[in-house]
Structures are given as C-alpha cells and as structure tokens.
Nanobody, 132 residues
Framework: QLKLVESGGGSVQPGGSLRLSCAASESEFTLDYYAIGWFRQAPGKEREGVSC????????NYADSVKGRFTISRDNVKNTVSLEMNNLNPEDTAIYYC???????????????????????WGQGTQVTVSS
C-alpha cells in the first residue's frame, strides 16, 4: 500500500522560503500514476488543500491564498513531488501533508483545489513555522 513521506519543513522568518518534498516510503511504488496534493492544517483549523499536480505534471492547481507564492512540481525520475514556498507569512504556519489520488479518478485531473476527502495515502506531515 502506498504511503508517502514529507520532508523539508522548518522555521523561517516572514518573507522567507522553504521547499517541501514528498516521496513514497517504499521504492517499489512509482508516483507518476498518482496526482499528488499538498494540504495544511493549522491549530484549531480544518485541513485545507494547498496545491495539486497531476501524474504527468501538466495540470496544477493552487489555493488562492498561495497563488503566486507557492509552486508545485514533480520529478517522475526521482519519484518526488516538491512544493516551493516563497514569501512566507505567519498565516502559512501549519503542518503540511502530501497525499495521493489514483490517476483514474476525477480528482487526479487537478482541475480544482484538492479536497482532503478525495485523497489517500497520507504522510505524517512536516511542520512549517513562520515567525519573527
């Protein structure tokens, strides 16, 4: 069963940058069949979709709150998906998760901001803290 692992979180000052990575925990799984979504959950808030990228990488989508600051990409040779986060602000503070949607599902097209209920194979999350 596919399981994902996130890395790259940390603490930065407002205006700083971080790059998160998502990879399969077992090398036998290739991610190019799956759309990968990034989600985040701040204390006391519901988990929200941040960005999505289709298996081919040709389709992406972003929440309005991160458009122009975050960039999702994937390297299907290295079997990883990245989330480049720039110009971070305190409202971006949260645990960030990646999750997968099989390529034969509508949500895998990434026509819309991902919904947590439509994705599976969640990682354990990585903490991002933006504070001065």
């Amino acid at each position: 069963q596919l399981k994902l692992v996130e890395s790259g979180g940390g603490s930065v000052q407002p205006g700083g940058s971080l790059r998160l990575s998502c990879a399969a925990s077992e090398s036998e799984f290739t991610l190019d069949y799956y759309a990968i979504g990034w989600f985040r959950q701040a204390p006391g808030k519901e988990r929200e979709g941040v960005s999505c990228i289709s298996g081919s990488g040709r389709s992406t989508n972003y929440a309005d709150s991160v458009k122009g600051r975050f960039t999702i990409s994937r390297d299907n040779v290295k079997n990883t998906v990245s989330l480049e986060m720039n110009n971070l602000n305190p409202e971006d503070t949260a645990i960030y998760y990646c999750a997968a949607a099989p390529g034969d599902t509508f949500q895998a097209m990434c026509f819309f901001v991902p919904k947590a209920a439509d994705f599976d194979s969640w990682g354990q999350g990585t903490q991002v803290t933006v504070s001065s």
